[in-house]
């Protein structure tokens, strides 16, 4: 018999497969792939007897009733799409242990006094259209209209790709979940960094999920002849953005953020001319929203600072937000104690420096996540890594983690 921790490795393996891309892995919404892909996860739920269905945003559904039909249920889940070139473990290790933590308690003979559901997203990553968290944005209910006007690479509109893929746009509402039906949402995803591994620790415990903003900023100069313009009548407009970026990494360490230039280009670009145009990004994130935008509001203060020292003029133009996501404190604790019972006397508590579906669940019910060792913190990339002992810790630890909130509820019901 296998164990349960390389039935979910083999799972992910089989589903490394279904890939539009023949150089790597690539799995975007509404594709064929992600076709196959919910049915191969089907498959495996009916095999252990659940129920499981595609919803109205293509997400993929499964669920186990507890001791009565209809009763409340806490959600297991993660998502099933992938980033271009991307590694096997990224939301889809959570799917798998969510299923197979499921198909452990079908084989109990005491039922949940609640229902237990898996999901596994269709979009997460935004990769085809641009725009992250299709799916469990729908699941929430809180669908944007404007959306369907969104255009993918070869300009398939989002409403063209639903009826291409049998989705009815208009029936996109019936995707949305009732907070009343639900106790809690409990996501289990790689690390995606390297903390847990610098501590030699299999698991963490999610606190909050940080919140970014993302800016594209332009400075204007002035070109100029390499060769005949003194420095003291310079705008040199990389020079000044060159200054702004290590401003943005220092001030951003002082205030405890993360700050990222992701993104540089220079105008005209010619080895003999003074830059006169640049313009880059920013990405900045905390786990409290008010740390970050007095981190920004200090960031603005000093590239405008560096602008008029250097003669050049500033533009910034705010082009996403998304609010940081504080995890439930009940669920953080019994995530906490489910890795205690798994071996662990001390879990560790961190935040997430990335975007997760739970983000987007946290506007319907509570959430909390587990965090698995991933090698080298490395994530987005083929090279993504993580043991088989360690799954075999988070697989026992979520259902510990399940039994907990069994008892809690059977305590006050």
């Known amino acids: 018999m296998k164990s349960d921790a390389v039935t979910v490795l083999d799972r992910c393996d089989q589903l490394a497969k279904l890939s539009c891309s023949e150089e790597g892995i690539e799995r975007v919404y509404l594709s064929a792939e992600h076709r196959a892909c919910n049915q191969l996860v089907a498959e495996w739920a009916q095999q252990a007897e659940l129920t ?15 001791a009565e039909p209809g009763l409340p249920a806490v959600v297991l889940g993660s998502h099933l799409d992938t980033v271009p070139n991307a590694g096997r473990y990224d939301g889809i290790l959570g799917v798998m242990v969510a299923l197979c933590v499921v198909e452990r308690f079908k084989c109990r003979q005491q039922p949940l006094p609640f229902a237990l559901e898996v999901v596994g997203f269709g979009d997460e990553e935004g990769t085809r259209f641009g725009t992250a968290l299709f799916g469990s944005f729908a699941f929430a209910g809180h669908w944007e209209p404007q959306w369907w006007e969104l255009e993918d690479s070869a300009g398939v509109s989002l409403r063209q790709a639903f009826l291409d893929y049998g989705l009815d746009p208009a029936a996109i509402q019936t995707a949305a979940r009732k907070a009343s039906d639900l106790l809690g949402y409990l996501e289990v995803h790689i690390e995606q960094g390297p903390v847990l591994e610098a501590e030699q620790r299999a698991l963490g415990v999610v606190t909050a999920i940080a919140g970014a903003r ?3 900023l332009g400075v204007s100069g002035q070109a100029g002849h390499a060769g005949t313009t003194p420095y003291t ?14 401003a943005v990494e220092a001030l951003a360490q002082q205030g405890e953020c993360v700050a990222t230039v992701g993104q540089m280009a220079v105008r005209p670009g010619a080895v003999n001319v003074i830059p006169g145009e640049a313009t880059f990004s920013i990405d900045i994130r905390s786990e409290r929203d008010a740390q970050r ?4 509001d200090s960031i603005v203060a000093r590239l405008e600072h560096i602008a008029t020292e250097r003669g050049v003029t500033l533009s910034i133009e705010e082009t996403h937000r998304a609010s940081a996501q504080a995890c439930s404190e009940s669920l953080q604790q019994a995530i906490a104690e489910g890795i ?4 662990d006397e001390q879990p560790r508590f961190l935040f997430s420096g990335a975007g997760h579906d739970a983000m987007a669940i946290g506007k319907l019910t509570d959430v909390g996540m587990m965090f698995v060792r991933c090698e080298k913190g490395i994530s987005h990339h083929p090279a993504e890594a993580v043991t088989e002992e360690d799954v075999s810790i988070a697989i026992d630890a979520l259902e510990h983690s399940v039994l907990v909130l069994a008892e809690r509820y059977a305590a006050r019901t």
């Open 214 to 216: 993302r800016f594209q």
């Open 293 to 296: 935008d007095e981190v920004w």
């Open 340 to 343: 205690r019972r798994s071996g």
């Open 52 to 66: 499981c269905w595609e919803d109205a945003a293509g997400n993929f559904c499964t669920r186990l009733e507890g």
């Open 233 to 246: 009548l310079r705008h040199d407009a990389l020079c000044a953005a060159s200054q702004m970026v290590l």
